[in-house]
């Protein structure tokens, strides 16, 4: 009876001894799955007002101004909801000029900002054309938190930073005017020959020019030479220590993303800096064009395609797709849409959400291999895959 039970014992063990090494072979067939290294979400150009809604100029598109601001709870809402964030990113414009206007900068400017109270993330803040409408640089420094320094560095994650532009270093709509503002005068007065001191909206600031000397409009803004610089040093240590950059920028610094009036004015000074350190740069998110854009800059080898439109390909003709034969066949066939060495987004504004979808907001995942953008309403999802400069 005892050696049964020993025999019973030795059997059984050897049972319970397979049982376990069977869990854990399918325990480990059941691994989870990936997930990416950061997340953080973005919006853009909020511009809040309580005004009614009305036509954008072109007559392209009603803006919902009191709207936005439900778009934006609802965006953050909708974060609370999702996986953990580095921080959020808001593009800037966080209310319209017409606050200013009514007096009503301060108040409108709480609501919003009672509006990300519950935010579940840090909310980075950027300086945008409406800022500068509604306050000059020293109350947009004590009233909008997360705003101050104009362009900084931010390094969360291993392997990854931040780099923040200040859109409107050179400017001519400061409230109060001052220095800044004739800086700004002195700079595009040579490119614009119309009264740039006239109250906004008595001209057209866009008489005379063509193509892409539309940039050159009051609306828009520069980055002087310091801010450049310091960009530079930031990528130039940036590729020493392997780490990639998400540059997020109020005004678009590629033409194809977005259109000429919307277009920083010293865009390709910025562009070449990046062509410089093709491919430390993956990712530049910019706001202040409603409409959404992406596009692939050919010389960095980088995708850009309108976020709103279903046919991200059109643009790819003449040039591109010649710069686009450059590459080998295998990569072109893997790559033609998602790849990006530098890749322009520019974000869908709030304030064209429809009232039956309000939302326009969107989280970036920051993979090893790619970033994938997750849109929400009208912003569109994108997957963009990185590669190496040395694999090219």
Same mark, same amino acid.
């Given at each position: 009876m005892h050696c049964g039970f020993r025999r019973f014992c030795s059997s059984g063990a050897v049972g319970v001894a397979a049982g376990v090494l069977a869990l854990r072979s399918r325990r480990a067939s059941f691994a989870l799955p990936p997930?990416?290294?950061? +997340?953080?979400?973005?919006?853009?150009?909020?511009?809040?007002?309580?005004?009614?809604?009305?036509?954008?100029? !072109? !007559?392209?598109?009603? !803006?919902?101004?009191? %709207?936005?601001?439900?778009? /934006?709870?609802?965006?953050? *809402?909708?974060?609370?909801? %999702?996986?953990?964030? =580095?921080?959020?990113?808001? /593009?800037?414009?966080?209310?319209?000029?017409? +606050? *200013?206007?009514?007096?009503?900068? @301060?108040?409108?400017?709480?609501?919003?900002?009672?509006?990300?109270?519950?935010? &579940?993330?840090?909310?980075?803040?950027?300086?945008?054309?409406? @800022?500068?409408?509604?306050?000059? !640089?020293? @109350?947009?420094?004590? =009233?909008?938190?997360?705003?101050? &320094?104009?362009?900084?560095? /931010?390094? /969360?994650?291993?392997?990854?930073?931040f780099l923040i532009l200040d859109a409107y270093d050179l400017n001519v709509i400061e409230k109060g005017g001052g220095p800044a503002v004739e800086e700004g005068i002195a700079y595009i007065s040579e490119h614009n020959p119309n009264d740039l001191r006239a109250p906004r909206g008595t001209i057209d600031m866009s008489a005379g020019l063509s193509g892409l000397q539309k940039r050159f409009v009051p609306m828009g803004g520069g980055i002087k030479p310091e801010q450049l610089q310091w960009l530079r040093e930031e990528l130039e240590d940036a590729a020493a220590s392997g780490d990639r950059a998400v540059v997020l920028t109020h005004l678009p610094v590629r033409p194809e993303a977005t259109v000429a009036p919307a277009l920083l004015w010293n865009y390709d000074d910025i562009l070449q800096v990046f062509r410089d350190f093709a491919g430390v740069v993956p990712l530049v998110l910019a706001g202040h064009y409603h409409e959404g854009g992406y596009a692939w800059d050919p010389e960095s080898l980088t995708h850009h395609a309108t976020w709103i439109t279903s046919k991200p390909l059109e643009a790819c003709t003449g040039s591109t797709l010649a710069a686009l034969a450059a590459l080998t066949i295998s990569i072109f066939k893997k790559h033609i849409y998602p790849f990006c060495l530098t890749c322009k987004v520019t974000l869908p504004s709030p304030l064209n959400a429809p009232e039956d979808k309000p939302t326009a907001h969107g989280l970036v995942e920051l993979w090893d291999d790619k970033i994938v953008i997750r849109g929400h309403g009208i912003v569109p999802s994108r997957d963009l895959s990185l590669v190496p400069p040395c694999k090219l």
């Open positions: 997930e990416p290294k950061a +997340c953080f979400g973005v919006v853009a150009d909020v511009q809040y007002a309580d005004v009614d809604d009305a036509w954008n100029f !072109r !007559r392209t598109q009603k !803006r919902r101004y009191r %709207g936005a601001l439900e778009a /934006l709870k609802l965006a953050v *809402e909708d974060w609370k909801k %999702g996986p953990p964030l =580095l921080f959020i990113a808001d /593009l800037g414009d966080i209310i319209d000029q017409q +606050c *200013e206007a009514n007096n009503d900068s @301060e108040r409108a400017l709480q609501l919003v900002l009672d509006a990300w109270q519950d935010a &579940p993330a840090h909310v980075v803040h950027l300086m945008g054309n409406h @800022e500068l409408y509604n306050f000059n !640089r020293e @109350e947009a420094k004590t =009233l909008i938190p997360n705003i101050f &320094p104009w362009y900084r560095r /931010l390094q /969360l994650v291993p392997g990854w930073r």
